[in-house]
């Protein structure tokens, strides 16, 4: 446990350029969950996948469309959903914003 980070700070973590106005950082790890933000520009997409992993994400900033196996919703600050494993999940930001997203066990492909 030791080794393990315990604490981050907003402007810790290295940005990632996913194009079309999209980044994302890892904020904090372990091998069983990970803490990941996202940041949108108005009308950036989250493209519709799905994963092992189970996701639970929430919305810091903006309003968002999800869709998560086949069901909609358009989300505000505050509020929540969560993809299960295997299930298809995606997002349309609607105004610009941020989704922080966790992830059990952790995206190992993130960290590469």
Do not use: C
Not at 67 to 73: D, E, L, P, R, Y
Request: charged share 20%; proline share 4%; aromatic share 8%.
């Amino acid at each position: 446990m030791m080794d393990t980070k315990l604490f981050a700070r907003g402007n810790e973590g290295e940005w990632i350029d996913l194009g079309q106005g999209n980044r994302r950082r890892v904020i904090l790890h372990t091998d069983e969950l990970m803490m990941v933000e996202f940041a949108f520009e108005k009308g950036g997409v989250g493209a519709p996948h799905s994963h092992p992993h189970v996701q639970a994400s929430y919305v810091a900033e903006g309003k968002f469309e999800v869709t998560v196996g086949g069901h909609s919703a358009v989300l505000s600050v505050g509020d929540s959903f969560i993809a299960p494993s295997g299930v298809v999940h995606g997002v349309v930001a609607l105004e610009a914003g941020r989704l922080i997203d966790s992830f059990t066990p952790h995206r190992a492909d993130f960290l590469k």
